[in-house]
């Protein structure tokens, strides 16, 4: 190889080597905002006539911060309420790195409503960026917490739970208490930011639980999946509706993201479920 072959040679690996990453970060970061509408249609046992066909939204994991902007998070109210819900169930981890970020994100999520309610759980960066704060300003904006804790749902005479427990890493979830007054014969929706929840649920009475955490894993290789998960079960609970030891959980990739601001293989969901 002479000089200018070897030259013309290099430059162009040089310039692919260049252009590879390039080309996966920008995809990355344009996927990050590509907001996605998962729609799902979930069986839950014992569920009531009243409430069969009714739509449940679920947004989990908005992280709004340095990553995700106030527009962005008005972008997945706007979406929400335009698919018109009965009931609006949210996820934990509201915002991210510092707790200034909580007040704004719960501002626009005031503009959230549903006939049958708006409830919603915490999650470990909830925790970490101002607990007080964050449970301020979700009774500021009408957002029902569920901290270990259901509430009944009626209509026409029948009743459909809502429970929520607390995150995993930094509280307490304690499922007995969150199901206290259903019984037997009663449907139950349960809300956990942290899917991994779901291996020491023994009740039965738990007929779907609703999850975030994983992010979906946020980087997802193909023919491989996410290399981190954040679950002690691996890929289990990345993502999708997961047939746990004693109930149904959905796993959301949630809205927003951690670590890094960008997103492959994976885009940001709500998830829209029409109950069955």
């Excluded at 946020?218 to 023919?223: C, F, K, N, Y």
Aim: overall charge neutral; hydrophobic content about 45%.
């Amino acid at each position: 190889m002479n000089r200018r072959s070897f030259l013309r040679n290099a430059f162009g690996l040089g310039a692919a080597a260049v252009a590879v990453p390039t080309v996966a970060v920008g995809y990355g970061f344009a996927e990050a905002t590509h907001l996605h509408l998962d729609r799902q249609t979930i069986a839950v046992p014992r569920l009531s006539a009243a409430f069969r066909g009714k739509t449940v939204a679920f947004v989990t994991d908005i992280h709004h911060g340095p990553f995700v902007s106030e527009a962005d998070v008005a972008a997945v109210v706007r979406t929400t309420m335009a698919l018109a819900p009965d009931l609006i169930l949210l996820g934990g981890d509201y915002s991210h790195r510092e707790g200034r970020f909580i007040a704004p994100c719960f501002e626009i999520l005031a503009a959230l409503s549903a006939p049958l309610g708006v409830y919603g759980v915490l999650g470990n960066h909830d925790y970490r960026h101002g607990l007080a704060e964050t449970r301020a300003a979700m009774a500021r904006a009408g957002v029902i917490e569920l901290t270990n804790r259901g509430v009944p749902l009626t209509r026409d005479g029948e009743t459909l739970h809502v429970a929520g427990v607390d995150d995993l890493w930094h509280g307490r979830p304690d499922v007995e208490l969150a199901l206290r007054g259903v019984s037997r014969a009663d449907a139950c929706l349960l809300v956990s930011h942290n899917p991994d929840v779901a291996e020491t649920v023994r009740d039965r009475r738990v007929g779907l639980m609703l999850s975030g955490h994983t992010h979906g894993g946020q980087l997802v290789l193909p023919g491989y999946g996410a290399p981190l998960v954040p679950s002690r079960y691996g890929q289990k609970y990345a993502h999708g509706l997961v047939e746990a030891p004693a109930t149904q959980v959905y796993v959301s990739a949630g809205t927003g993201m951690s670590v890094l601001p960008v997103r492959m293989g994976c885009r940001p969901e709500i998830t829209r479920i029409t109950l069955v």
